[in-house]
């Protein structure tokens, strides 16, 4: 097997936070990534990226969330979820220190997520063609 | 007019980055040549099929006197944490070729997620390079 430094597999312990903060995952499975136990692999990790392993997945989960609150209508709770974290409680609390607002308020701070949502043109047409509403003055002109 | 021929990444393994980018991501090789007189410096370039001007050196991380011990244990280490730099693919089918590198094995770090620019997802080469792999949006008016 082809030599890899040993940040190669921090690396992958990273990635797979990125990739996969949506599942229940934690810091186990990102030691089971590196290949390391528990207690070296929290060590390395901040060493090589300058956050524990715990901070990092937290808070691309939080990056994830203000993401989903800025770019979706998704409840705050479903947001919650939305990225593997399980109480909503405890995910105010941290997004509301990281980014110095509530999720609630955060959001408030945006524009509303339909006005970056790109519809396709279809949809535009069909479903934004009002309905054909005739009037009194026409009917009296002859016309209906 | 200047035109880009070919930009360089480092791997630690130039072996194993051939067989990633040949075999898992479907690049072509476009040269492979060593050179004895040059302390068997290898030359080694890719692109994908049907992009022949644009290459990419699959550069192995020198020793002394190129670099010294301590400079190239750095290359290593930054290209491990994947901090020596990215490319930037661009697709008109994302999801399709996702599906396939995928089933040839390689490890995505993001699948294909809607963006405001298009569909954009991302995975990494065996040494820790960062690529990713877009479809621009087509924007209806």
Known sequence: MAYAPPARHLLRARDLADARYAEPIGVEDMAAAAGLSRAHFSREFRRAFGDSPHAYLLTRRLERAASLLRMTDRSVAEICFDVGLTSVGSFTTSFTRMFGASPTAYRAQFPPAAAWAVVPSCVVRVYGRPQHRTFREDSANGRD | ?141
Do not use: C
């Open chain 2, 1 to 141: 007019m200047i035109k880009i021929a070919t930009a360089q990444l480092w791997v630690h393994d130039q072996d194993e980055a051939l067989a990633f980018y040949t075999e898992k991501l479907g690049f072509q090789v476009r040269s492979d040549v060593t050179m004895a007189e040059m302390g068997n410096f290898r030359w080694l370039t890719v692109s994908p099929a049907g992009q022949e001007d644009v290459t990419i050196v699959l550069m192995a991380i020198p020793g002394p006197p190129v670099f010294e011990e301590e400079t190239a244990q750095a290359v290593r280490d930054l290209t491990a944490k994947g901090a020596a730099g990215t490319v930037f693919l661009i697709t008109d089918d994302v999801y399709a070729e996702y599906e396939q590198l995928k089933a040839r094995g390689v490890e995505f770090v993001d699948a294909p997620e809607e963006r405001a620019y298009g569909i954009d997802s991302s995975f990494r080469d065996p040494s820790g390079n960062h690529f990713r792999m877009m479809q621009a949006r087509e924007v209806a008016v």
